[in-house]
């Protein structure tokens, strides 16, 4: 969950600073532990395989928790815009998840990062 002395339309900004590494993780800090671990590992599994989705199934599997905290997870991954849900037809529960590049990311989002900002402008 966002922390509430962060929410609103700049809480991104609290963690991607010029100056700082700047990273996916950066902008996740927000959400916390458990979002930036379903984060990588949903990125780690994809890679792996060479496939764009992973199922919400394995990465619960993986992490050792239950689906239903990676939906919880997935969907403000989804709302920040680093997951794409990948449904079942008719439904509108996720299946699965691909991770969105912080590269991807932030051309999609240019006013909330600084380093992609100094590239465009």
Known sequence: MIDAALTG?????AFCQPG?????????LGLGETRIAVY???ERIATARGER????????ARLGIAEAAVLE???????AGFFEKLSRLGSSEARGYRAVSHEEWALRYLDRCWKWEARVA
């Open 9 to 13: 339309a700049n809480w991104f900004d």
């Open 73 to 79: 997870a997935g969907d403000e991954l989804r709302q």
């Open 20 to 28: 700082m590494s700047c990273t996916a993780e950066s902008h996740l």
């Open 53 to 60: 989705f992973v199922l919400v199934s394995e990465i619960a």
């Open 40 to 42: 990588r590992t949903a």
